[in-house]
């Protein structure tokens, strides 16, 4: 996977291909122990999840907690976490995925089509506009959730889908990797081919300039979904409307001691269950797409 | 790349596509900071008597500043928050860029398993994975010894609220200097092997100097994030008292704006954790580049 990544061509410089590795060599038994521990320790938490969401809320206090009690458990904890509440889990997953992919389409088209037009062009202002956005790239999203929300709560914009979407649509990092991009994998020959052909510069966006750029594109769109679909703070502060959390903000509702009930940890195990499991399956069969290195190689130029 | 491919035009193209994202920028990044800033020099004031009690906004100085920089409150936050950092940064980046060189080294087996386990956390939103963490934390659940260990100490809080945030972006932060270590030239390692270098000397000696602006890089990119360490401490609060209303800057910020209703401090918190997370990232970013600039010359 990791050799036709590298080899699909390095968008920032020109390297050589990485050799095949053809001969087997010995098993380096140091460092594969080194990453046996590391890999475990990212995936038992996670798998230890599986287990705890086969027990009762009175099992899980009082089985052992690396033996798993029953299907019979996982079943209605699973069937728990549907209904609970009038089946709201599913309108949070379903929250999170409007959120996440909503916002991470939308931003990935304003991003890839202002990078295309820094990237390719020189016009009035274009060098002001970069350093206004590589400056951009220094103010924290995050820190200005707060912020953000004193000032759409003046339009009485808070508390619906636009004020979670909305302050997502831009962002600085995606332009800046979609600018470095487009300026070295983007040729400017085949652009004036088209140009000579007669082709508007319309045109050679959608037949050039938007294919040539869709492994940065794909590479940001997976990078702003996860960021969204990560993000706590902005939700938090923008919603009081339970119907409208995105997973994170639903389950971490749950866990709220609320008036000395006490806390239905089965459910909310298995709601953590279900909100890791779809996304990690997602994820990890989209790695081969990522294009990371466009992160690594984004600092040497 | 060559400026002098980019031609100038008379198409309305680039100023059309640059248009939307500069139009949600400034409403959305600028107008924010400016506002909260606008906001950090205000107070309420109440008016009015015996006809009913009025509140207005009206200017109060660098008061809330005051306010802010003479809390105690505000100093310990900070001191947390620099806690859980100074723990967290150098495992992050000592155990990414090991994972990386295991990955990367010859002989090396299960990789593709491997990398695929250590990049699974990525895809847990952080306050999921508090949740995941704070269950095999709570002595009731705990599977790593949570009834004799107490993770929610005075002391054992700031690792486990760093573990939960290093368990969070190392594989990330693997992947992206794996990805350079691929990317290196692979004739002076072969040259080295030839010349009876061993695997580890190779690592050491060849890859790791060769990948040091990619580590540098992380290394920025975790210490900007520590100090925005807002959702796992929020998000294990309901299971602990070690964790209070306003444990980090950030939660400070919300309690302060939310909480307190005090929109006035809240902003100017808000600001100066702004003002010092720019700071920290052009100061970090000029040593980063004379790092590599030294790297390379």
Same mark, same amino acid.
């Given at each position: 996977?990791?050799?036709?990544?590298?080899?699909?061509?390095?968008? !920032?410089?020109?390297?050589?291909?990485?050799?095949?590795?053809?001969?087997?060599?010995?098993? &380096?038994?140091?460092?594969?122990?080194?990453?046996?521990?590391?890999?475990?320790?990212?995936?038992?938490?996670?798998?230890?999840?599986?287990?705890?969401?086969?027990? !009762? &809320?009175?099992?899980?206090?009082?089985?052992?907690? #690396?033996?798993?009690?029953?299907?019979?458990?996982?079943?209605?904890?699973?069937?728990?976490?549907?209904?609970?509440?009038?089946?709201?889990?599913?309108?949070?997953?379903?929250?999170?995925?409007? #959120?996440?992919?909503?916002?991470?389409?939308?931003?990935?088209?304003?991003?890839?089509?202002?990078?295309?037009?820094?990237?390719?062009?020189?016009?009035?202002?274009?060098?002001?506009?970069?350093?206004?956005?590589?400056?951009?790239?220094?103010?924290?999203?995050?820190?200005?959730?707060?912020?953000?929300?004193?000032?759409?709560?003046?339009?009485?914009? !808070?508390?619906?889908?636009?004020?979670?979407?909305?302050?997502?649509?831009?962002?600085?990092?995606?332009?800046?990797?979609?600018?470095?991009?487009?300026?070295?994998?983007?040729?400017?020959?085949?652009?004036?081919?088209?140009?000579?052909?007669?082709?508007?510069?319309?045109?050679?966006?959608?037949?050039?300039?938007?294919?040539?750029?869709?492994?940065?594109?794909?590479?940001?769109?997976?990078?702003?979904?996860?960021?969204?679909?990560? &993000?706590?703070?902005?939700?938090?502060?923008?919603?009081?409307?339970?119907?409208? #959390?995105?997973?994170?903000?639903?389950?971490?509702?749950?866990?709220?001691?609320?008036?000395?009930?006490? &806390?239905?940890?089965?459910?909310?195990?298995?709601?953590?269950?279900?909100?890791?499991?779809?996304?990690?399956?997602?994820?990890?069969?989209?790695?081969?797409?990522?294009?990371?290195?466009?992160?690594?190689?984004?600092?040497?130029? | 790349?060559?400026?002098?491919?980019?031609?100038?035009?008379?198409?309305?193209?680039?100023?059309?596509?640059?248009?939307?994202?500069?139009?949600?920028?400034?409403?959305?990044?600028?107008?924010?900071?400016?506002?909260?800033?606008?906001?950090?020099?205000?107070?309420?004031? *109440?008016?009015?008597?015996?006809?009913?009690?009025?509140?207005?906004?009206?200017?109060?100085?660098?008061?809330?500043?005051?306010?802010?920089?003479?809390?105690?409150?505000?100093?310990?936050?900070?001191?947390?928050?620099?806690? *859980?950092?100074?723990?967290?940064?150098?495992?992050?980046?000592?155990?990414?860029?090991?994972?990386?060189?295991?990955?990367?080294?010859?002989?090396?087996?299960?990789?593709?398993?491997?990398?695929?386990?250590?990049?699974?956390?990525?895809?847990?939103?952080?306050?999921?994975?508090?949740?995941?963490?704070?269950?095999?934390?709570?002595?009731?659940?705990?599977?790593?010894?949570?009834?004799?260990?107490?993770?929610?100490?005075?002391?054992?809080?700031?690792?486990?609220?760093?573990?939960?945030?290093?368990?969070?972006?190392?594989?990330?932060?693997?992947?992206?200097?794996?990805?350079?270590?691929?990317?290196?030239?692979?004739?002076?390692?072969?040259?080295?092997?030839?010349?009876?270098?061993?695997?580890?000397?190779?690592?050491?000696?060849?890859?790791?100097?060769?990948?040091?602006?990619?580590?540098?890089?992380?290394?920025?990119?975790?210490?900007?994030?520590?100090?925005?360490?807002?959702?796992?401490?929020?998000?294990?609060?309901?299971?602990?008292?070690?964790?209070?209303?306003?444990? *980090?800057?950030?939660?400070?910020?919300?309690?302060?704006?939310?909480?307190?209703?005090?929109?006035?401090?809240?902003?100017?918190?808000?600001?100066?954790?702004?003002?010092?997370? *720019?700071?920290?990232?052009?100061?970090?970013?000029?040593?980063?580049?004379?790092?590599?600039?030294?790297?390379?010359?």
């Amino acid at each position: 996977m990791t050799s036709t990544v590298v080899v699909q061509g390095q968008p !920032t410089s020109t390297r050589v291909p990485p050799p095949a590795r053809a001969a087997r060599r010995p098993v &380096n038994w140091r460092v594969t122990i080194i990453l046996i521990i590391g890999g475990l320790y990212c995936v038992l938490p996670a798998l230890w999840i599986l287990i705890a969401a086969t027990k !009762t &809320n009175a099992q899980l206090f009082s089985t052992p907690p #690396y033996v798993p009690s029953s299907l019979k458990s996982f079943g209605s904890n699973m069937s728990g976490i549907f209904s609970w509440n009038g089946h709201i889990f599913f309108r949070w997953w379903l929250n999170s995925l409007i #959120y996440a992919a909503g916002g991470g389409i939308l931003s990935t088209i304003i991003a890839g089509m202002a990078g295309y037009a820094l990237g390719k062009y020189e016009f009035p202002g274009s060098r002001v506009i970069f350093r206004i956005i590589v400056a951009a790239v220094l103010l924290p999203q995050i820190l200005l959730a707060v912020p953000q929300y004193l000032l759409l709560a003046k339009f009485g914009m !808070t508390n619906s889908y636009e004020s979670v979407i909305l302050p997502q649509l831009v962002s600085p990092f995606a332009i800046y990797l979609c600018k470095i991009y487009a300026e070295a994998g983007v040729p400017d020959e085949i652009m004036e081919a088209v140009r000579i052909d007669g082709g508007s510069e319309y045109r050679i966006f959608w037949s050039v300039g938007s294919r040539l750029m869709l492994p940065a594109l794909v590479t940001v769109l997976l990078l702003q979904f996860i960021a969204i679909w990560n &993000n706590f703070l902005l939700p938090f502060v923008m919603l009081n409307n339970s119907s409208l #959390y995105p997973l994170t903000l639903g389950l971490y509702g749950m866990i709220q001691p609320t008036g000395g009930q006490p &806390n239905e940890y089965s459910l909310v195990i298995a709601g953590v269950f279900l909100a890791i499991v779809p996304l990690a399956i997602l994820f990890l069969s989209l790695q081969r797409f990522w294009r990371i290195d466009l992160l690594s190689g984004g600092i040497k130029s | 790349m060559a400026v002098a491919g980019r031609r100038k035009h008379s198409s309305k193209l680039p100023v059309l596509f640059v248009a939307p994202a500069l139009l949600l920028l400034a409403l959305f990044t600028f107008a924010p900071a400016i506002y909260a800033f606008y906001l950090s020099l205000m107070k309420s004031h *109440v008016s009015g008597g015996l006809l009913g009690t009025s509140t207005e906004q009206v200017f109060a100085g660098a008061s809330n500043y005051a306010n802010t920089f003479s809390d105690p409150q505000f100093w310990s936050s900070l001191e947390r928050m620099l806690l *859980v950092a100074v723990i967290g940064i150098p495992v992050t980046v000592f155990l990414a860029t090991l994972f990386a060189l295991c990955l990367d080294a010859n002989g090396a087996r299960l990789t593709t398993v491997s990398r695929l386990a250590l990049f699974l956390p990525y895809a847990v939103p952080g306050v999921i994975a508090s949740l995941l963490w704070g269950f095999l934390y709570l002595p009731a659940t705990s599977p790593i010894g949570g009834g004799v260990i107490d993770y929610f100490g005075n002391r054992t809080i700031f690792f486990t609220v760093a573990n939960v945030a290093v368990w969070g972006v190392i594989g990330f932060n693997t992947v992206v200097l794996y990805t350079a270590l691929r990317a290196l030239p692979p004739d002076i390692c072969r040259a080295a092997e030839v010349d009876g270098a061993s695997e580890l000397q190779i690592a050491l000696r060849i890859k790791l100097p060769q990948i040091a602006p990619a580590i540098s890089m992380i290394s920025l990119f975790s210490l900007i994030n520590a100090l925005q360490l807002f959702n796992e401490p929020t998000a294990l609060k309901p299971l602990t008292n070690a964790i209070t209303s306003t444990w *980090v800057p950030l939660m400070r910020v919300y309690s302060d704006s939310f909480v307190n209703n005090d929109i006035y401090g809240g902003a100017a918190s808000a600001f100066t954790l702004l003002v010092m997370t *720019v700071a920290v990232t052009v100061a970090g970013g000029a040593a980063a580049t004379r790092l590599t600039r030294r790297q390379s010359s």
